[in-house]
């Protein structure tokens, strides 16, 4: 399920303009570490078109080759590479990914199973330290959000 879910969020995120993509540029999602969607990712990103743009899927090792990712879905072999992940992700406008497989660390998404359905966490706060606006539509989806200060 959350394969289906990562290529919508662009529809409900706004990125600070130097960040957003231009002219008819897909939205970049980017997969960082471990892949555990395969090609049910792309199937789910090749279905959608947000005001006329596409979502783009790219695989990478480490976050070094994260430029240009408008989304990044993180994923370590372990709790302290995820870590080191996010870190390095950190100050840029890019929406990061998580779920439980994650271990402590989350992103500005967390993915969780709640009552057997794929629901999320909303951390608001990160997202708008980041530069980026979470939609009041996505916010009243998520099971939590950890709010913004005025």
């Known amino acids: 399920m959350e394969a289906t879910f990562l290529p919508k969020f662009p529809r409900y995120v706004q990125w600070p303009a130097a960040a957003a993509p231009e002219g008819d540029v897909p ?20 279905g959608e078109s947000i ?7 790219r ?3 480490t976050p070094e080759s994260a430029q240009g990712c408008h989304i990044a879905y993180v994923q370590g072999g372990s709790d302290d590479e995820t870590a080191g992940f996010l870190q390095a992700l ?8 998580t779920d439980a497989h994650a271990g402590p660390q989350r992103g500005m998404v967390h993915f969780t199973t709640a009552g057997g359905r794929v629901r999320f966490f ?4 990160a997202a708008r330290a980041h530069g980026l606006q979470v939609s009041s539509r996505l ?12």
């Open 122 to 125: 909303i951390d608001e706060a």
């Open 59 to 61: 695989r990478m090792p």
């Open 90 to 97: 950190h100050g840029r406008p890019i929406l990061t990914v």
């Open 27 to 46: 939205y970049q999602l980017c997969v960082v570490g471990r892949d555990p969607f395969g090609p049910l990712l792309d199937r789910s990103a090749a």
């Open 139 to 150: 916010l009243a989806l998520a099971i939590g959000v950890r709010q913004r200060r005025p």
């Open 51 to 57: 005001d006329g743009r596409g979502v783009a899927v």
